[in-house]
């Protein structure tokens, strides 16, 4: 944390602290309203502390830089994946996979929607995995941003400090309808939300669907089961629609084709503008990490590129039969991953979640090591340890008290530029919010000169 954003974290504790109604019903009518508003997971509240994350706005700017040219490089990926069958053999996919990577988008630019997962630390900032299938959290940040605005939490720190709002939900929209745009059907757009009737972040689907409908544009959500080909076109419950703003992943997908076959031959037909396509599962594999450091990849990226490579993603390695070089020296992965541990994560290549992520320094060793003999035909990597940073935040059990999180930095990107981000927050090194983290909306913040 900078000198600004500490400075904003100690007086917002100490405005906290003075408030007549600081105390846990404050906590409850905060969660409350956020979940009636949308910012709910499942049938609860999300899991919010009550306190953003404050981030300058130097730091601001390093994640606009490097989002937006981390973006250009995974749409190289895309690129390269579809273009090169060798590239396949170094980013393996599932042959059914595979099949549904391969149907053409009718995009130029592939990542419509993605979230990106990063540490900023004493290491730096380190993105560590990529979210380009089906990311959620851009609408309860906004809602729960509004709520620190509105409920005054903000207002007495204004006269010292001025706080930049963002409207991530429009930022989302604009980047769907853009892409529809570039997909060129020369229809005005229809869109269906597509994801399981029930899934734990539906209530985000109304949020993005009443934002669609103020612009002008119809919008339904629909159970990918409820979506039916006919005469030439896509149904969502009987109405006719021309675009998918794809919430339901593709793993989850594949375990129900026949079901879903409406969808799948949407997409394969080609005439309906489906976001994020099916390809963009591929940026969304650990393996990438590794690849970009290839030989290969190397070749057909810009040093600029290459540069941003080496200082914003820690270095990976498949973990197969194959030496890799490390720290001028060959190793079998195996063998790097047992003789320095404490220096490595290891992780299920397609994982997500959170499940079966072991951090080496906080896995004993017989645990480590049973878990590199399980690795089989399934794939995964070592990634370079990145260290995760703390914060101080406010915790009522029932008086106020100030609780370090470990806090993961989720930046969104919206049609390939940087839109804000969301805090990730957890007391266990492993941080989702599927797995009982919490979640907080990023502001940036900036010291106002004295007068």
Known sequence: ????????????????????????????????????RG????????????????????????????VR????????????????????????LKPEVER???????????????????????????????????????????????LFFEQGYLYPMMKRFRFRRTYRIELLVRALLSAYRDFGLGEAPRVVITDWEGVNTASEFGVIQDFLERCGVPAVIADPRKLDWKDGRLYADGVP???????????????????????????????????????TVIPGTKDVCHFVYSPEFRKVISNEEFETIQSFIPWTCHVGPEKVE???????????????RDQFVLKPAGGYGGVGVYAGNE?????????????GEESW???????????????????????????????????????????????????????????????PVEEKEES
């Open 39 to 66: 910012a709910a997971y499942g049938d609860k509240p999300l899991g919010v502390l009550l306190r953003p994350y404050f981030i300058s706005r130097q730091r601001e700017r390093m994640l606009w830089h490097s």
């Open 381 to 443: 990597v070592l990634q370079q340890y990145t260290s995760i940073p703390e914060e101080p935040f406010p915790v009522f059990s029932p008086d106020m008290t100030i609780e370090k999180r470990k806090v993961n930095l989720n930046p969104f990107m919206l049609g390939g530029e940087y839109a804000s981000a969301i805090a990730r927050l957890s007391t266990a090194a492993v941080i989702n919010v599927s797995a009982g983290g919490g979640m907080v909306p990023v502001i």
């Open 326 to 340: 490390f720290e001028g020296r060959s190793w079998y992965p195996v063998d790097l991953a047992l003789e320095k």
């Open 363 to 375: 896995t004993p060793q017989d645990v480590w090591e049973k878990a590199l003999e399980d690795v």
């Open 241 to 279: 629609v021309n675009m998918v703003y794809r919430r339901v992943i593709l793993r989850e997908l594949l375990q129900k084709q026949e079901e879903c076959r409406g969808l799948i031959r949407a997409a394969e037909e080609g005439n309906t503008c489906i976001v994020n396509p099916f390809c």
């Open 100 to 146: 549904f990577v391969q149907i053409p988008s009718g995009l130029n630019t592939k990542i419509i929607v993605s979230r990106l997962d990063a540490f900023h630390s004493k290491d730096g900032l380190k993105y560590v995995e990529f979210n380009a299938d089906s990311p959620a959290g851009a609408a309860y940040a906004d809602i729960t941003e509004e």
């Open 1 to 36: 944390m900078d000198s600004t954003a500490m400075k904003a974290v100690e007086m917002f504790h100490k405005n906290l602290a003075e408030r007549t109604d600081c105390g846990p019903e404050m906590v409850e009518r905060f969660l409350g309203e956020s979940g009636r």
């Open 69 to 92: 040219t981390i973006g250009a490089i995974l749409e190289k990926v895309i690129k390269f994946y579809l273009a090169e069958p060798q590239v396949r053999r170094m980013i393996p």
